[in-house]
């Protein structure tokens, strides 16, 4: 079955203590990226990868980063986390390098942080 | 100016009536239009795309484009209560997908 994966699906966690959201897809997609979705605001793209070792800041990039080491795995890190990172994060998938098409969103990674 | 405007809501509309969700975009070289559904904590899901001018059916959905105006629509004919949702407009521009804020729908029994 094509999917995309996220982990953890809820975390609650504490400023300035790292962490690392998952995402991997099976779907030999090139493009992938990541949203964050608040209230209000829609989503909003954080980082973004059209391949392997490429990536890019998207409009909200301060406070995180990402790797794309493998084609399948696009972690999201939060090197140190702080309460205006509370959110939504999705992950999503596009068959063309540009993500100019159909996106495929994960199921989503809901972050407190306190 | 947001570069993908729609009305937040929300749209209450009878069961069985017409729909009507509209996105208007400030980049005149957009080319790929898409409309996703997004029920409460879940993830977006593509419901369709459309890249002429004028009207693409798929079942009960109707996506409308007019790019001399720089809007799209998407009609939902016999609304159902499970077209209860929010609909996200995305517009690609310079390489980029930029999605709007949504629009949160309603079908009333």
């Known amino acids: 079955e094509a999917q995309v994966t996220q982990n953890p699906r809820y975390l609650i966690t504490v400023t300035g203590k790292k962490l690392t959201v998952t995402c991997s897809q099976n779907m030999n997609h090139e493009y992938m990226s990541w949203y964050r979705q608040d209230p209000g605001l829609g989503l909003r793209q954080i980082y973004y990868?059209?391949?392997?070792?490429?990536?890019d800041k998207g409009d909200v990039p301060e406070g995180y980063k990402v790797s794309r080491k493998e084609k399948r795995n696009f972690p999201l890190i939060l090197e140190s986390p702080s309460p205006n990172q509370t959110s939504l994060y999705f992950c999503?998938?596009?068959?063309?390098?540009?993500?100019?098409?159909?996106?495929?969103f994960g199921p989503g990674t809901r972050l407190t942080v306190l | 100016q947001k570069e993908v405007e729609q009305n937040s809501g929300p749209l209450s509309v009878p069961e069985g009536a017409i729909a009507s969700l509209n996105c208007t975009y400030s980049d005149r070289g957009s080319q790929s239009f898409f409309w996703y559904r997004q029920y409460s904590g879940k993830s977006p899901e593509l419901i369709m795309f459309i890249y002429s001018n004028g009207d693409k059916e798929d079942g009960r959905f109707t996506a409308q484009l007019n790019k001399a105006s720089q809007y799209v629509s998407l009609l939902i004919r016999d609304s159902q209560p499970s077209d209860s949702a929010t609909y996200l407009c995305a517009v690609t521009s310079a390489s980029k997908i930029i999605f709007g804020s949504g629009t949160r729908l309603s079908i009333r029994p």
């Open positions: 990868s059209m391949n392997v070792e490429v990536t």
């Open positions: 999503a998938t596009s068959f063309a390098s540009g993500g100019t098409d159909t996106q495929y």
